[in-house]
């Protein structure tokens, strides 16, 4: 996934000649040539195809890489094939995501984050780090006058930044930016942009030491950029 991605999943309306690792799309159907070991006719219009054939490609990926040892490549696919992209809804998503996956390091790098990211005590606990680092650098009375304000907004301040890392770990899971709703979209902007940006550089500087691979931090930053360019366009 490229940084200058946009936030929105990218649609092509012209597909005839398009490729997808040896596929071929057409106005009518899906033709997956050799995605894995399968080969597909498929309803362009049928989502769980759809999401079939990309589970195919995550899978021939894995397989092919030299550089990931058998353990992890078997603990990757198991762990895609229990967590499905539910976001693949037509033609355009399945290429759109097929497109920001360069090779077996970037689908690792994001089994990565999302097995980090899964439980409910890692997201909090990030949550806090962040929210006690980012108020320790920026006084917060700058942005609310009254005292008695001070703490809802630290309390609003962390629910709205626990929002923003589970959309980083569905948004992980599903290999593209997914679009935040409009009412969550009010909700995150009422944050100062500042103390949101700060914040979001805490867990991009964090990301660092979550794993050993190196591309698990060019992930998280990217994803994040998109996400603070979403709450605040």
Same mark, same amino acid.
């Given at each position: ?59 021939? /990926? ?6 990931? @040892? ?71 009375? /700058? ?41 969550? /979209? /009010?909700?995150?902007?009422?944050? @100062? ?41």
């Amino acid at each position: 996934m490229s940084e200058s991605d946009d936030s929105k999943k990218v649609s092509n309306n012209d597909l005839r000649n398009s490729q997808i690792s040896g596929s071929i799309i057409n106005s009518d159907t899906l033709h997956a040539n050799q995605i894995g070991n399968n080969t597909f006719n498929i309803n362009i219009n049928d989502s769980f195809q759809l999401q079939q054939i990309f589970q195919e490609f995550l899978v021939a /990926k894995i397989e092919k890489s030299v550089t990931l @040892p058998e353990k992890d490549k078997k603990d990757v696919i198991g762990y895609f094939n229990q967590n499905k992209n539910s976001e693949i809804n037509g033609k355009d998503d399945l290429l759109s995501i097929v497109e920001k996956i360069g090779n077996s390091e970037t689908i690792y790098s994001h089994y990565l984050i999302a097995k980090y990211l899964e439980t409910n005590k890692a997201r909090c606990n990030l949550t806090m780090f962040a929210i006690a680092s980012t108020l320790r650098n920026i006084d917060i009375n /700058k942005f609310y006058k009254k005292d008695e304000n001070v703490y809802k907004a630290v309390k609003v301040f962390c629910d709205l930044l626990f929002v923003c890392l589970e959309w980083l770990y569905n948004s992980v899971k599903s290999f593209s930016a997914l679009r935040i709703k409009d009412k969550d /979209k /009010k909700r995150l902007s009422s944050c @100062p942009y500042e103390l949101m940006e700060y914040a979001f550089g805490v867990l991009k500087k964090e990301a660092e030491g979550w794993t050993e691979n190196a591309e698990v931090a060019k992930e998280v930053e990217i994803y994040l950029n998109l996400l603070l360019r979403q709450i605040y366009d």
